[in-house]
């Protein structure tokens, strides 16, 4: 494995000084629009990038459009081997959280035009979990080594802080020993909102209760034009991240998100990273991570809608892995980018560990929002691992604020019952 690692690691070598020799004479890519860009600013910005200079939105944008994917994979490598370096052994690990879903209620009234998994009050087939099938899905949970909880719903216009606080406590008591990663910023709007309370006293409330962390779902773009057309009633960008920044201020800690592949341009997206950069460095670094993701329109009221502008095409793998390294390369005080198999698939989650991603997600154990858009991809722990090593590193199981956690000795996941398990299953009522 050293071996092999040394020698990717080497191959790398090569290849920047080859891209900082040869960059004038680098055949590009033209992206989409076709530009055309001078390849000594491309090679400038490379080398700011590599640097941990903090590269201008315009000089994102060159990059962008101007590298082609190898080119760009290779620095954001780089940027990310040294930010995540490899241990004194030469080793380089790639982590990985076992947690799993608990989606509370599907019941929503915000109507995001992107989304197949809410369903509104009186629908058959909404639903609010009983206690009992919470507890058997955390027995579920820690019975296969997991640690976390990834509990995010719908907009539900009656339950409110209290209901969940409620539920907070009750799994407190119940399971200390499972951390809490829940309520995306836009389900504290909507509890702002309906209550007519102000963001913070919900946080202090929900953070007493036992809440641990915030996941950085609803970001989608932080940028108005384009919420205006994907989820009008959802909370607006200032939002968003002033639920991020007030809990930042508790000495809270979470992710941010970037759902793209839509109505968004290139310069949205690089814009939206500008905000969550901004907010790192005004806070001093609330996120752990950043996980940008394709959209996934199928099964949603306005998948099609939304996909005109781009031809009627869903974002391509290659389309996905040039955001990732540009991720890696603008967020440079954001410390890990996940690869996403859960919405990317295995295999390309595989290849962005090598262009810019240090962690590959968490091994969800049920996940029902993207299976609800027509993605799935099911796997186990061993072909989680199995991936990884195959792309050279080495696995690493972590919690969620990346500290490292040991594989349980007997873990269940390995043996033959559940390897051909699929993990990925649909929301049971
Ligand atoms: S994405 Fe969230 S807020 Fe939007 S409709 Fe779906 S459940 Fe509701």
């Known amino acids: 494995m050293r071996t092999a690692i040394s020698a990717r690691r080497r191959s790398l070598a090569a290849g920047f000084a080859l891209l900082g020799k040869a960059l004038a004479a680098y055949p590009l890519l033209p992206m989409t629009p076709a530009v055309t860009i001078d390849p000594t600013q491309l090679r400038d910005h490379s080398q700011k990038a590599l640097a941990g200079g903090q590269l201008t939105a315009a000089e994102a944008l060159q990059l962008y459009r101007g590298l082609d994917q190898p080119s760009l994979g290779l620095l954001a490598n780089d940027v990310r081997l040294r930010l995540n370096p490899a241990d004194a052994d030469g080793k380089v690990r790639v982590t990985y959280i076992v947690d799993r879903n608990l989606n509370p209620t599907n019941v929503c009234i915000t109507d995001c035009g992107f989304c197949a998994f809410y369903r509104s ?233 090598s262009m810019g991603a240090d962690d590959f997600g968490s091994a969800m154990l049920e996940e029902n929002v993207v299976s609800s858009a027509g993605c799935t991809h099911p796997t186990s722990i061993p072909e989680i691992e199995r991936h990884i090593k195959d792309a050279g590193f080495v696995p690493q199981r972590r919690n969620m604020m990346y500290q490292p956690v040991e594989t349980p000795a007997t873990d269940r996941f390995g043996n033959a019952a559940n390897q051909k398990k699929a993990i990925v299953s649909k929301v049971e009522a």
């Open 121 to 353: 009050p009186g629908d058959a087939d909404a639903y609010i979990l009983s206690r009992e099938v919470i507890y058997q899905k955390v027995d579920d949970l820690l019975s296969k080594g997991g640690i976390q909880l990834l509990l995010q719903g719908g907009h539900h216009p009656r339950l409110k802080t209290d209901w969940y606080a409620e539920l907070f406590t009750d799994l407190k008591q119940r399971y200390p020993q499972v951390w809490i990663h829940g309520m995306s910023p836009p389900e504290i709007t909507h509890l702002s909102k309906l209550e007519k309370r102000p963001v913070r006293d919900i946080l202090v409330a929900l953070k007493a209760a036992g809440l641990d962390s915030i996941p950085g779902g609803g970001a989608e773009i932080l940028v108005e034009r384009v919420r205006k057309v994907i989820a009008p009633k959802k909370a607006t960008s200032e939002e968003w991240l002033e639920v991020m920044r007030q809990w930042a201020r508790l000495g809270g800690k979470g992710t941010a998100t970037m759902m793209f592949g839509h109505v968004e341009s290139d310069a949205e997206r690089i814009e939206h990273m500008t905000r969550i950069r901004d907010l790192q460095a005004e806070t001093g670094g609330v996120f752990t991570a950043f996980i940008p993701w394709t959209f996934q329109p199928d099964n949603t009221p306005k998948g099609k809608v939304f996909l005109v502008e781009r031809g009627g095409a869903k974002a391509t793998v290659a389309e996905y892995l040039r955001t990732l390294s540009m991720a890696r390369l603008y967020l440079q005080n954001v410390p890990h980018i996940q690869s996403s198999f859960v919405t990317q698939g295995m295999k390309t989650c595989q290849v962005g560990l």
